[in-house]
T-cell receptor
Framework: RKEVEQDPGPFNVPEGATVAFNCTYS??????FFWYRQDCRKEPKLLMS???SGNEDGRFTAQLNRASQYISLLIRDSKLSDSATYLC???????????FGTGTKLQVIP | SAVISQKPSRDICQRGTSLTIQCQVD?????MFWYRQQPGQSLTLIAT?????????ESGFVIDKFPISRPNLTFSTLTVSNMSPEDSSIYLC?????????FGSGTRLTVV
């Protein structure tokens, strides 16, 4: 089993739609969780950290389920500018080491 | 969050040669991370660079192929040695700040 797994997509959704991504992780001792966004030919950029109680930032909601070892990202009212690859990132060891999921590609269609 | 300056942004190199990639951070950081992102894939950690000690390499990566320097708390280099076409990839450096991980803009390497 991979350390961090994501559905690669692509997810093709119309503008205004709500879309959800899931990510599972194998190390139950993982402590830190993030969602990153990567645009084509660009470096990854932090979208949001994921907290145990769940957190929201505008149209974006992140949740953590420790019992089932997965995190989720919900995007409401999708915009064309949301088109990107969304990377799940999990701390999988000591000294700040993290593992990236393979990414889920989102394409928002007019 | 930290700002990272990475260079070169891209290069085309002959097989058998070496390329050194530099990352400069605008603040002092204990650890710097070097990643590889092959076409259409996610990021794979190559090694973790600590100032004043040897880098820690992940499985599948060795110091002879990817020597790393970390002369101070704001700078690191990664060298891709004796390159082959399989080394064609994007290489990124990263640091961890209070708000998560920040990345350099990447070096797009093509080996011909």
């Amino acid at each position: 089993r991979k350390e961090v797994e994501q559905d690669p997509g692509p997810f093709n959704v119309p503008e205004g739609a709500t879309v959800a991504f899931n990510c599972t992780y194998s190390n139950s001792a993982s402590q830190s969780f993030f969602w990153y966004r990567q645009d084509c030919r660009k470096e990854p950029k932090l979208l949001m950290s994921v907290y145990s109680s769940g957190n929201e930032d505008g149209r974006f909601t992140a949740q953590l389920n420790r019992a089932s070892q997965y995190i989720s990202l919900l995007i409401r009212d999708s915009k064309l500018s949301d088109s990107a690859t969304y990377l799940c990132v999990v701390n999988t060891g000591g000294y700040q080491k993290v593992t990236f999921g393979t990414g889920t590609k989102l394409q928002v269609i007019p | 969050s930290a700002v990272i300056s990475q260079k070169p942004s891209r290069d085309i190199c002959q097989r058998g040669t070496s390329l050194t990639i530099q990352c400069q951070v605008d603040s002092q950081v204990t650890m710097m991370f070097w990643y590889r992102q092959q076409p259409g894939q996610s990021l794979t950690l190559i090694a973790t660079a600590n100032q004043g000690s040897e880098a820690t390499y992940e499985s599948g990566f060795v110091i002879d192929k990817f020597p790393i320097s970390r002369p101070n708390l704001t700078f690191s280099t990664l060298t891709v040695s004796n390159m082959s076409p399989e080394d064609s990839s994007i290489y990124l450096c990263s640091v961890k700040g209070s708000g998560g991980y920040t990345f350099g803009s990447g070096t797009r390497l093509t080996v011909v």
